[in-house]
């Protein structure tokens, strides 16, 4: 598929971008990690990327992930693939933000752990379902299931080195 095919309601797939991307900056909301701030006190795995990666890879990844919104979104809604996609896209979508919640909101790696499994198990049922529906959809979630792999083995690691804290 070419891209000017797959880009056939500009406004629309402009609308779902931002729609994703205001996931993240309500998220961010409950995000604070400079200086003097709960996250700074924690002891944090060694393999934690600078802070600087984390706002450049979720913009690339809530972009993407606004796209795949726009490819399931234009497809017949009428159809229950399409349907069970964009149900399971919605319900990762808010896991997404209640994962900032639970584990910088509240402070709680724990409880941040046990929603970032969940989040995982829902992009994955996304991937699954999307795939049904439109391959490259399905395609570009890939980089986003990678990414939650990975934040899911930081908040694992911060909870195991900071076990007292809760």
Request: proline share 5%; glycine share 6%.
């Amino acid at each position: 598929m070419k891209f000017t095919e797959m880009i056939k309601n500009p406004v629309a797939l402009i609308a779902c971008v931002i729609v994703c991307n205001l996931a993240g900056v309500i998220g961010g909301i409950f995000t604070e990690t400079g200086p003097g701030t709960w996250y700074s006190g924690l002891v944090k795995p060694w393999f934690l990327p600078p802070s600087i990666a984390f706002p450049i890879v979720w913009t690339i990844l809530y972009t993407m992930m606004g796209i795949v919104l726009y490819l399931l979104w234009r497809e017949d809604r009428t159809n229950g693939h399409v349907k069970i996609a964009l149900g399971f896209f919605a319900i990762q979508l808010l896991l997404n933000v209640a994962w900032s919640f639970f584990f910088f909101g509240l402070e709680n790696p724990l409880y941040g752990l046990i929603v970032i499994v969940f989040l995982w198990i829902f992009i994955l049922e996304t991937i699954i379902t999307s795939y049904k529906v439109n391959k490259n959809a399905a395609y570009l979630l890939i980089p986003y299931i990678l990414w939650v792999s990975f934040a899911t083995l930081i908040n694992a690691a911060v909870l195991m080195l900071n076990p007292i804290i809760f």
